[in-house]
């Protein structure tokens, strides 16, 4: 399988930063790899996928990059609703495997 | 409005049967393929597998620690997706999720999803 490791497994912004996640395959995936939004208790929300394309209605902030193994998600400008959990996740080959998650808390 | 919502989880007892149900609105279910998700207390999100849609044959793929347990099903006509989870264990222990399969820039994302149904497997 291919192992995603995320880093860091959590960050404490404030309102307006900029936020740069790491996403790293244990293996070549091209640019088949996702970013996902989830909160506690809500459906996760899919933001980014083939590496840097937005999906729609996703806000601008958020942009990702990144191909063979190397992947980054970067939030400017936080916004008060952006704090939450982020998972990456390849989608080269079975099975499909995420990242530990990065928790993005409030400073 | 453009939804999934899960369905039929609760407290089982170890070597038990569920089976969860996956409810859509808002679009053409038949189109899409559909896939099952969990995350275990304080864990991460683990892919559980999918079923893909009828023009495709309506198969299915399962993560390894689920495929000899676990079957996913799908009533079109209905727009419900199904997860039958037998011989459940503690580790089995989880909020399930389902998603919609959605085939962008040739690979596939989920790019709908529910809130979850909580599961414990528990005596």
């Known amino acids: 399988d291919i192992q995603m490791t995320q880093s860091p497994s959590s960050v404490s912004s404030s309102v307006g930063d900029r936020v740069i996640i790491t996403c790293r395959a244990s293996e070549e995936i091209s640019y088949w790899l996702a970013w996902y939004q989830?909160?506690?208790?809500?459906?996760?929300?899919?933001?980014?996928?083939?590496?840097?394309?937005?999906?729609?209605?996703?806000p601008s902030r958020f942009s990702g990059s990144g191909s063979g193994t190397e992947f980054t998600l970067t939030i400017t400008s936080l916004q008060p609703e952006d704090f939450a959990t982020y998972y990456c996740q390849q989608a080269s080959r079975l099975p499909y495997t995420f990242g530990q998650g990065t928790k993005l808390e409030i400073k | 409005e453009v939804q999934l919502v899960e369905s039929g989880g609760g407290l089982v007892e170890p070597g038990r049967s569920l089976r969860l149900s996956c409810t859509s609105s808002g679009f053409i279910f038949g189109d899409y393929a559909m896939s099952w998700f969990r995350q275990a207390p304080g864990k991460g999100l683990e892919w559980v597998g999918f079923i893909r849609s009828q023009p495709y044959g309506g198969t299915s793929e399962y993560a390894a620690s689920v495929k000899d347990s676990f079957s996913f099903s799908r009533d079109d006509s209905k727009g419900i997706a199904f997860l039958q989870m037998k011989s459940l264990k503690p580790e089995d222990t989880a909020v399930y999720f389902c998603a919609r399969v959605g085939q962008l820039a040739s690979a596939y994302y989920f790019d709908l999803w529910g809130r979850g149904t909580v599961v414990t497997v528990s005596s």
């Not at chain 1, 980014?48 to 999906?55: H, R, T, W």
């Open chain 1, 38 to 58: 989830h909160k506690p208790g809500e459906a996760p929300k899919l933001l980014i996928y083939a590496a840097s394309s937005l999906q729609s209605g996703v």
